[in-house]
């Protein structure tokens, strides 16, 4: 079956531009994370979905970054006004449900999102 | 805080020689250990899990990672390393919320041959 996907897998954008990005989990997951890694450093936690709420946005660094998931299934990222540092590869990933550590996190591809 | 610490950013082995990864943990109650892989332009894939069972773990691809709680480690290791391991390596400790996973900074692993 298919795994998780993520879109678009390179986005260049000009400082000051809004992006977005998608994630496709695998069919049947209830549970959807977000991380960020930068280069050279592990995973940074972003915001945590069961079905379509976010219990935990906690780790969205500003008011700039906003994610929504519509219908149990795929996920939107959005950054506005993107800023110099928030380049760096966005990772997603879907597990069977996010009320248990024991379950398997299954990640994308990531994004590598570079802003000029 | 729950926290991990990879112990070397860098490791170089010979291929053939065996493997040593280190993690060390900070956790204020019994966490769940992961370690995950990341090849080059591929997706992170779970190598191994402990979850408070045996506290010798067995994972894909030959490694093994053993949890010591007196020594708050959860080394990974292999016997024979092999040119396709080289990859970095990510040791993982459980949140204080169940579904949250809290990162080591990664261990970069070169094969010579």
């Known amino acids: 079956g298919a795994g998780v996907s993520q879109s678009p897998s390179n986005k260049v954008t000009e400082k000051g531009k809004d992006v977005e990005l998608r994630c496709d989990p695998i069919s049947g997951h209830t549970a959807l994370y977000w991380y960020r890694q930068s280069l050279g450093q592990g995973l940074e936690f972003l915001i945590y979905f069961q079905g379509n709420s976010a219990p935990d946005k906690s780790g969205l660094p500003s008011d700039r970054f906003s994610a929504e998931r519509t219908g149990g299934s795929v996920s939107t990222l959005t950054i506005q006004r993107t800023q110099q540092e928030d380049s760096a590869v966005y990772l997603c990933a879907s597990s069977l449900g996010g009320d248990n550590s024991y379950n398997e996190q299954f990640f994308g591809p990531g994004t590598r999102l570079t802003v000029l | ?113």
């Not at chain 2, 926290?3 to 860098?10: E, G, R």
């Not at chain 2, 994972?59 to 080394?75: D, V, W």
């Open chain 2, 1 to 113: 805080a729950q926290s991990v610490t990879q112990l070397d950013s860098h490791v170089s082995v010979s291929e053939g020689t065996p493997v040593l990864l280190r993690c060390n943990y900070s956790s204020s109650y019994s966490p769940s250990l992961f370690w995950y892989v990341q090849h080059p332009n591929k997706g992170l894939q779970l190598l191994l899990k402990y979850t408070s069972a045996a506290t010798l773990v067995k994972g894909i691809n030959g490694f093994e990672a053993e949890f010591k709680k007196s020594e708050t480690s959860f080394h990974l290791t292999k016997p024979s390393a092999h040119m396709s391991d080289a990859a970095e390596y990510f040791c993982v400790v459980s949140g204080y919320s169940n579904y949250q996973l809290i990162w080591g900074a990664g261990t970069k692993l070169i094969i010579k041959p």
